[in-house]
């Protein structure tokens, strides 16, 4: 019967595991941007990696309906950042404190980074300007 239980325990570990894989989940500042270097290594050829940002004022509930008092006070302005490619997502909360520094890397990193871009098709461009004429 204990073989059963550490069998049923260690399949369920596994299961949450896989489960886990594909969901986001909060990391350093520091951290996010090594992962951060490494996705767009990984997409420098083929694919994309998505960036967000947003306001963050630490609720991990959503706002309460009308009616209902509102008692949640952020302490200080954070900022949520996200990035993702394919199935791997990351994220993390940079405080008010650590954004010079944290922009400074990520400015740096983005620039490091930008040079997969594709160029515009000047000739289209040149076309539209004889078609007009």
Known sequence: MEAENEHCDWLSLSVFNILLEGISCLISPITFLTELTRLFQKCRTSGSVVITLKKYDGR????PRKGHP???EP???????????????IST????????????????L???H???LKKK????KSKKTKATQ
């Open 60 to 63: 991990t509930k959503p706002v």
């Open 70 to 72: 509102e008692t949640f």
């Open 75 to 89: 302490v200080d302005n954070k900022c949520l950042i996200r990035a993702s490619e394919g199935k791997k997502k």
């Open 93 to 108: 909360v940079v405080s008010t404190k650590e954004v010079i520094k944290f922009q400074m890397a990520y400015s740096n």
């Open 110 to 112: 983005l620039r490091a």
């Open 114 to 116: 930008m040079d997969g």
């Open 121 to 124: 098709d000047k000739k289209s």
